[in-house]
């Protein structure tokens, strides 16, 4: 599966993704002023950018720890065969899980890459144990984070059309 080729973007619409993407929150008028636009040219554009799957949706980025996930850990796992079926599969476990936070399917000597946020070891044991059960692998390896140095969700857009 190849990159998506990137929307047609100009300059207004860049500047309304970074300013949504620092604060989703930011009122319209706030919005309008500092992208240049009155009110009404500003929303349309908000609502152009939502229907067309540019703006995936709209969250409240939660501190883990502050809602008792404490641990974050990074697991790396090696395919024990590489079809349809088992992708599917494992596609169909891991959705199911709600600690695992994010999933990339990589090239190279390691297939997936997940990120889970769990409370404790325990927790991720049990995570563990069951897609050992549930999910045919060949090797499965797993990394605890001890500080998060840098986490964010605003892109760096590229003030060019690619």
Same mark, same amino acid.
């Given at each position: 599966?190849?990159?998506?080729?990137?929307?047609?973007?100009?300059?207004?619409?860049?500047?309304?993704?970074?300013?949504?993407?620092?604060?989703?929150?930011?009122?319209?008028?706030?919005?309008?002023?500092?992208?240049?636009? !009155?009110?009404?040219?500003?929303?349309?554009?908000?609502?152009?950018?939502?229907?067309?799957?540019?703006?995936?949706?709209?969250?409240?980025?939660?501190?883990?720890?502050?809602?008792?996930?404490?641990?974050?850990?990074?697991?790396?796992?090696?395919a024990n065969e590489h079809?349809a079926n088992w992708l599917?599969?494992?596609? =169909?476990?891991?959705?199911?899980?709600?600690?695992?936070?994010?999933?990339?399917?990589?090239?190279?000597?390691?297939?997936?890459?997940?990120?889970?946020?769990?409370?404790?070891? !325990? =927790?991720?044991?049990?995570?563990?144990?069951?897609?050992?059960?549930?999910?045919?692998?060949?090797?499965? !390896?797993?990394?605890?984070?001890?500080?998060?140095?840098?986490?964010?969700?605003?892109?760096?857009?590229?003030?060019?059309?690619?």
């Amino acid at each position: 599966m190849g990159a998506r080729k990137p929307n047609k973007l100009d300059a207004i619409d860049r500047k309304i993704l970074r300013e949504l993407m620092e604060r989703v929150d930011i009122p319209l008028a706030e919005l309008s002023k500092k992208v240049g636009l !009155s009110q009404t040219p500003c929303w349309q554009r908000v609502q152009k950018l939502e229907q067309s799957g540019i703006i995936k949706k709209r969250v409240a980025i939660v501190d883990p720890p502050s809602v008792g996930l404490g641990l974050t850990i990074v697991v790396a796992i090696e395919a024990n065969e590489h079809t349809a079926n088992w992708l599917a599969k494992f596609t =169909h476990y891991i959705n199911r899980c709600p600690e695992v936070a994010e999933v990339l399917r990589m090239a190279g000597d390691v297939d997936y890459i997940l990120k889970l946020i769990v409370p404790d070891m !325990s =927790h991720y044991d049990k995570f563990y144990k069951s897609l050992i059960d549930n999910v045919p692998l060949k090797n499965v !390896s797993s990394r605890f984070v001890m500080e998060t140095i840098k986490s964010t969700t605003t892109l760096a857009i590229p003030d060019f059309e690619g």
